[in-house]
């Protein structure tokens, strides 16, 4: 079993910067793909980022690119969400996600077997 812990949400003016951060436990991290997702009201949760185990591949929603970076420290078990340049339309909860290997950076919420319990992001105007 994987436990994933959120923290860093809040509340921000549009232009700000946020950072995430999903801490793992239960089982070894360091081989496991993770990804972020996001939920806004009365809409699915969409694909944000995605990260390989090694760190060295990612994978980012087109909305996001240029402004998110993720990453991750295998020693800390942890997964960080850098988010810059923050829009209004960035608001929502935002979950942490993984899936044991062998597998690839994935869109799809539906493959991911473990959830963080989604920290709000709230993006003013």
């Known amino acids: 079993q994987v436990q994933l812990v959120e923290s860093g949400g809040g509340l921000v003016q549009a232009g700000g910067s946020l950072r995430l951060s999903c801490t793992a436990s239960?089982?070894?991290?360091?081989?496991?793909?993770m990804g972020w997702f996001r939920q806004a009201p009365g809409k699915d949760r969409g694909f944000v980022a995605g990260i390989g185990w090694t760190g060295t591949s990612t994978s980012y929603a087109d909305s996001v690119k240029g402004r998110f970076t993720i990453s991750r420290d295998n020693v800390k078990n942890t997964m960080y969400l850098q988010m810059n340049s923050l829009r209004p339309e960035d608001t929502a909860v935002y979950y942490c996600?993984?899936?044991?290997?062998?597998?690839?950076?994935?869109?799809?919420?539906?493959?991911?077997?473990?959830w963080g319990q989604g920290p709000q992001v709230t993006v003013s105007s």
């Open positions: 239960g089982r070894t991290f360091s081989t496991y793909t």
């Open positions: 996600a993984t899936r044991p290997p062998p597998s690839r950076i994935s869109t799809d919420p539906g493959i991911y077997n473990y």
